[in-house]
């Protein structure tokens, strides 16, 4: 097919030579193993841990906080006094949570490589597939939210909480 002012034939761009693969990175020390509160790291209630383990080397990983129910609480209040009238939160404009929501996607993107070794590390899972599929989905899902953000247009789509969420438990799987 002949390109033609940087089209096909077919209506298709053309895609740019891809670079090298991406690859794990090797002996990858984790660094934050606390619960993640109110925008703080935090020791669990209960000074208990639980240990991680590299599932195809049976290699321990680390140990991380294991929350129980007051840790469970303590986030849970977090949760509800960002969301009070007069709070930071609730009184952010629309297109600065977008502007949040893409940071964050940013970040993402800025780590991508440790996050898909964590994964890797942890579940066993291809490093490309976390690396191309997981972490690009969840990349694209919170730009696509955040471009969102500000359509403000009188319309509520009902949807469930956990289809809301399901970016953010996704990203915070990652970094434990």
């Known amino acids: 097919m002949a390109a033609l002012n940087g089209a096909l034939e077919n209506g298709q761009t053309e895609k740019k030579a891809a670079g090298p693969l991406p690859h794990p990175i090797r002996n990858l020390e984790v660094q934050f193993t606390k619960i993640f509160i109110n925008n ?15 599932p195809s080397t ?3 990983i680390c140990e991380i906080e294991e929350g129980d129910k007051p840790d469970i609480d303590k986030a849970v209040e977090a949760a509800k006094t960002a969301f009070q009238s007069g709070s930071v ?13 893409n940071k964050l996607a ?16 942890d579940t ?10 997981d972490l690009e989905g969840c990349i694209n899902t919170l730009r696509y939210y955040a471009g969102w953000a500000d359509k403000i247009q009188g319309k509520n789509i009902p949807v469930g909480k956990l ?11 990652y970094v434990h």
Do not use: C
């Open 40 to 54: 703080e790291w935090h020791e669990s209630k209960s000074g208990k841990k639980f240990p991680t383990f590299n």
């Open 58 to 60: 049976a290699e321990k």
């Open 89 to 101: 939160w609730r009184q952010m404009d629309a297109a600065s949570r977008g502007r949040l929501l």
């Open 106 to 121: 940013d970040l993402i993107e800025r780590d991508r490589e440790v996050l898909a070794t964590l994964e890797t590390l």
């Open 124 to 133: 066993g899972k291809p490093f490309l597939q976390a690396f191309f599929v």
């Open 163 to 173: 289809y809301l969420l399901s970016p953010l438990l996704s990203f915070l799987s």
